[in-house]
């Protein structure tokens, strides 16, 4: 195993399929002589020239739409958004074509393309610089959306979306850029549609995807020493479309209980969707309702301290727990 942050393991998946694939590209804005905002791509031109480490011009809707059309033509572009909220000026090209096109040709075009950049907050950016866009992008068939928290998952889940035949929205943690985690060393894909069991438990089962995995676990830390000793299962969903249904079921019919944490607002998000499908499907296995712990219902702040507020607190959480398990709250 090699220890890497969170972006040295981006960088690494994209330059060694670069260098197995002469088809790979990356492009954005400022990723080639700057070497990107969050320094992702950071020395990639020198490795590679020019040509396959493409510096755009300010125009999400521009280069989205070539990147579609090379990846019509057989390349596998790898489109990096400055922040994702900057793809809401590309939302055409991603949703009307990347998103359609193998459905409207009959399975005869197929769109490898992979779309990633920093998702959500955290890093005190404010409103026009912090949404999640998970719940958006999942609901449109045709991509898929997955959104790692480990070194290990984004390296892994990185070589699976570049040679997906398909569109990728590959959601970073943009808090996480700089955390560290072992990363095997040689090729090891990360498969989509399978969720990771990331702290096995017996009484209560925490669910969440990005950075709010490590909240969960630093609370599944803090429930273990309490008093009573409440023993907490730690799901990271990790892909959002596809959605492993059956390992969160399989682990509320073991728990009995679950409590779903979202960055994202409440209205119309994945943990709706993760709440309804327990519903659906584990309902006679639950002893209480599912909670729900999301951001708060406003823009993002910029204070840090009004941000901090707006984001799921460990609090929250622990309230949301106690509650499941009727102890207080």
Avoid: C
């Amino acid at each position: 195993m090699t220890v890497m942050t969170y972006r040295e393991a981006l960088r690494s998946a994209m330059t060694e399929e670069m260098e197995r694939d002469e088809s790979v590209v990356v492009m954005g804005e400022d990723i080639g002589v700057y070497g990107g905002t969050h320094l992702v791509t950071d020395g990639m031109l020198e490795r590679f020239g020019p040509k396959r480490v493409i510096d755009t011009p300010i125009a999400e809707g521009g280069f989205t739409g070539a990147a579609i059309g090379m990846a019509m033509m057989g390349m596998r572009p790898i489109v990096e958004m400055m922040t994702w909220n900057f793809s809401f000026q590309a939302v055409d090209q991603i949703i009307q074509n990347a998103a359609k096109l193998r459905y409207f040709s009959g399975g005869q075009v197929s769109v490898p393309l992979v779309i990633r950049g920093p998702n959500g907050g955290g890093v005190q950016l404010s409103a026009q610089h912090t949404h999640s866009l998970e719940g958006f992008y999942g609901h449109f068939p045709g991509l898929k959306v997955v959104s790692p928290v480990t070194p290990h998952d984004v390296k892994g889940m990185m070589l699976t979306a570049i040679r997906d035949p398909n569109p990728v929205i590959f959601l970073e943690a943009g808090a996480l850029y700089g955390t560290k985690g072992e990363v095997p060393e040689g090729e090891e894909l990360v498969p989509f549609g399978e969720a990771r069991i990331a702290r096995e438990g017996t009484d209560v089962t925490l669910i969440g995807y990005g950075r709010q995995v490590n909240m969960l676990l630093r609370v599944a830390d803090k429930l273990e020493r309490e008093a009573e000793s409440i023993s907490a299962e730690v799901v990271d969903l990790r892909s959002i479309r596809p959605f492993d249904e059956r390992t969160i079921v399989e682990s509320v019919r073991k728990t009995n209980r679950a409590v779903v944490v979202q960055e994202q607002w409440r209205w119309y998000s994945v943990a709706s969707e993760v709440a309804a499908i327990l519903q659906e499907q584990a309902f006679d296995d639950l002893d209480a309702p599912v909670e729900r712990v999301s951001g708060a219902e406003v823009p993002a702040p910029y204070a840090r301290n009004l941000e901090i507020e707006a984001f799921p607190s460990e609090q929250q959480i622990v309230d949301a727990v106690h509650r499941v398990l009727y102890r207080k709250g």
